[in-house]
């Protein structure tokens, strides 16, 4: 069956650093990948999406890859800050463009 | 405005009860679900309904019945609660069914079961 992994552990990383999150996909082929972020309480914010044919999307601090011969996402926040704290969610698409979810990766950026 | 939202935000009750959980979008979407996150964050889809049809029904005990009396409303109603159901459950929405387009989720329901 198809499986998402993301770090499981927190993610600690100091201010002004740039922050690396990976979401790695077994037994399917997505065609496209959408990365969201989950404050405590509150539901997930969608932030980007690429699409299989795309090899990098930017929005201001924030880098997406998609590598589908390593079936390997990269999340990346660059100049981090402490509003950056949050969970990161991976969510490849699968079949009858439905998402599968990963269950995130904690992100702590220190002051 | 709230794009999406779900009342109530906390609902505690006891086994064998039974409660509903309400979602409203103000976005136009056609297509709108609920999800279950567990205690480990896993995100997993419980309902799809497109337009008020019900179009994804994942194996979801049918204690639990989800109603869209319009495209606008998707309301999840739990019969004999269970220790098991305990969980933040979240209602989303996008504008159509065929579409990669980003979900627009509420803040959740937190249901505790006792």
């Known amino acids: 069956s198809q499986k998402i992994e993301q770090n499981s552990e927190a993610l600690n990383i100091q201010e002004g650093k740039t922050a690396t999150l990976t979401c790695n996909y077994t037994?399917?082929?997505?065609?496209?990948l959408q990365w969201y972020r989950q404050d405590p309480g509150r539901g997930p914010v969608f932030l980007l999406l690429?699409?299989?044919n795309e090899k990098e999307k930017r929005k201001e601090r924030l880098k997406v890859t998609f590598d589908t011969t390593l079936k390997q996402s990269l999340f990346h926040i660059t100049a981090s800050q402490p509003a950056d704290s949050a969970t990161y969610l991976c969510?490849?698409?699968?079949?009858?463009?439905?998402?599968?979810w990963g269950a995130g990766t904690k992100l702590i950026i220190k002051p | 405005d709230t794009a999406v939202s779900q009342t109530p935000k906390y609902l505690v009750t006891q086994m064998g009860n039974d409660k509903s959980i309400k979602c409203e979008q103000n976005?136009?979407?056609?297509?709108m679900y609920w999800y279950k996150q567990d205690s480990k964050k896993f995100l997993k889809i419980m309902f799809s309904?497109?337009?008020?049809?019900?179009?994804i029904n994942e194996t979801v005990p049918n204690r639990f019945s989800p109603k869209s009396p319009d495209k606008a409303h998707l309301n999840l109603h739990i019969n004999s609660l269970e220790l098991g159901d305990s969980a933040v459950y979240f209602c989303?929405?996008?504008?159509?069914?065929?579409?990669?387009?980003?979900?627009?989720f509420g803040n959740g329901t937190r249901l505790t079961v006792t």
């Open positions: 989303a929405s996008k504008p159509n069914l065929g579409a990669d387009s980003p979900l627009h």
């Open positions: 976005l136009g979407h056609d297509t």
């Open positions: 309904y497109n337009n008020k049809e019900l179009i």
């Open positions: 037994n399917y082929s997505p065609a496209y």
């Open positions: 690429i699409r299989e």
């Open positions: 969510a490849p698409g699968h079949s009858n463009y439905q998402l599968i």
